[in-house]
């Protein structure tokens, strides 16, 4: 008929009539995809820490979408893409004595996450998923490590190099995979196999903090 119509009205005229984008009138959704295949995802991010000496450091990690296990790759300060693909090759082998394979891997569209960074995973027989553009909730299991990991410890330190954000993040990964309460596992633990021994008529005054310390330099 002539008419140009920007493509915000169309989407309007869709949204309007409960009419989702043509790739998934037919599918399920994200979160419904998410939910069906938790136990067979991995995803993985970058996030910076900034030192007291101005320096920016790259932090790369991979988290189990199910079980919320997070494993800590590497820190650097300069995240090209050969430093990722060799992160990705370390994490296979730890992965390889799984008694199975994860079927997914969801990143963003990173230049760092090269063709060989997807070929490690390729090989595995894990489908590599890429996030929409600037769309970080596409990630939203690794955004909330990030979150939790910057307010609980990171916003509450200053870090003075690599080898000291390496021991920061060390003992907080620890912590977060074999201690620290998650809601969505019903307040247990990544790691934790079995249930923690009740706790009844503690005294108060008998309560003590201890310092948490790792072995080593």
């Given at each position: 008929?002539?008419?140009?119509?920007?493509?915000?009205t169309?989407?309007?005229?869709?949204r309007?009539?409960d009419?989702e984008?043509?790739?998934?009138?037919s599918?399920?959704t994200?979160?419904?995809f998410?939910r069906?295949?938790?136990t067979?995802?991995l995803a993985?991010?970058f996030f910076?820490?900034?030192?007291?000496?101005?320096q920016?450091?790259y932090?790369?990690?991979f988290i189990?979408?199910?079980t919320?296990?997070?494993?800590?790759?590497g820190v650097?300060a300069?995240?090209?893409?050969?430093w990722?693909?060799q992160r990705?090759?370390n994490?296979?082998?730890?992965?390889s004595k799984?008694?199975h394979a994860f079927?997914?891997?969801?990143?963003?569209?990173d230049?760092?996450?090269?063709?060989s960074f997807d070929?490690v995973?390729?090989?595995?027989?894990?489908r590599?998923i890429k996030?929409?553009?600037?769309s970080?909730?596409a990630n939203a299991?690794?955004e909330?490590?990030?979150?939790?990991?910057?307010?609980?410890?990171?916003d509450?330190?200053l870090?003075f190099g690599?080898r000291h954000l390496e021991q920061?993040?060390a003992?907080?990964?620890?912590?977060?995979?074999?201690?620290r309460?998650?809601?969505s596992?019903g307040?247990?633990?990544?790691q934790?196999?079995?249930?923690?021994?009740?706790?009844s008529?503690?005294d108060?005054l008998?309560?003590?903090?201890s310092?948490r310390?790792?072995?080593?330099?």
């Amino acid at each position: 008929m002539g008419l140009k119509l920007a493509p915000s009205t169309v989407w309007a005229v869709l949204r309007k009539h409960d009419i989702e984008p043509a790739p998934r009138r037919s599918g399920p959704t994200w979160a419904e995809f998410l939910r069906a295949q938790a136990t067979t995802m991995l995803a993985c991010d970058f996030f910076t820490v900034d030192t007291v000496l101005l320096q920016r450091l790259y932090v790369l990690f991979f988290i189990e979408v199910g079980t919320r296990r997070v494993y800590l790759s590497g820190v650097t300060a300069n995240p090209v893409g050969e430093w990722a693909t060799q992160r990705a090759r370390n994490l296979s082998l730890v992965l390889s004595k799984r008694s199975h394979a994860f079927g997914f891997l969801i990143r963003d569209r990173d230049t760092k996450f090269t063709a060989s960074f997807d070929e490690v995973f390729f090989s595995d027989g894990t489908r590599v998923i890429k996030t929409p553009v600037r769309s970080p909730r596409a990630n939203a299991f690794a955004e909330r490590f990030v979150g939790s990991v910057r307010r609980e410890c990171l916003d509450r330190l200053l870090v003075f190099g690599r080898r000291h954000l390496e021991q920061i993040l060390a003992e907080s990964v620890e912590h977060y995979n074999e201690h620290r309460p998650h809601r969505s596992l019903g307040q247990h633990s990544p790691q934790q196999e079995t249930e923690p021994a009740p706790v009844s008529l503690v005294d108060p005054l008998r309560l003590r903090r201890s310092d948490r310390r790792r072995s080593g330099p």
